[in-house]
């Protein structure tokens, strides 16, 4: 999804997608990284910063902002894609978006399979023994 598309489907939510259509038709669409690891990469080059530089702006190691810009993670969390727009200096919706495209499903469903809601297990409490179900507790003397 590009920024253009992201955009007027978030105009769409607020019910302004035709104005908003109105004022990005003749826009081009900006550059859309194809991956977290190259937007972390090619931003770091084109503000000519270190990685020593990221560490200390975004709080995260080098050792971790390498993993990141080789294509190692797969999965960040939020902390952490909050840590690297802080980092370099990107627009937080930037980063989320890109790392939302980087993300595969484990496996892909059987074609034509459909997909049930997963419902996590219900655990029964224990009560303690000779718990009568009462609330009330004896009064202090």
């Not at 727009?85 to 989320?96: C, E, I, K, M, T």
């Amino acid at each position: 999804m590009t920024p253009k598309e992201m955009l007027l489907a978030v105009a769409n939510v607020y019910g302004i997608r035709d104005e908003v259509a109105e004022l990005v038709a003749d826009k081009p669409d900006a550059y859309t990284p194809d991956s977290l690891s190259n937007l972390l990469r090619t931003s770091r080059e084109a503000m000519g910063l270190q990685r020593e530089t990221i560490h200390f702006r975004g709080g995260l190691s080098r050792s971790q902002i390498s993993y990141y810009e080789n294509k190692h993670s797969k999965n960040p969390g939020l902390r952490s894609l909050t840590a690297l727009a802080d980092g370099y200096g990107l627009p937080l919706w930037l980063v989320l978006c890109t790392a939302l495209g980087d993300i595969r499903p484990l496996r892909d469903p059987a074609p034509g399979a459909e997909r049930k809601p997963v419902q996590p297990p219900v655990r029964k409490r224990k009560r303690p023994a000779g718990f009568s179900g009462s609330t009330d507790r004896p009064k202090a003397a």
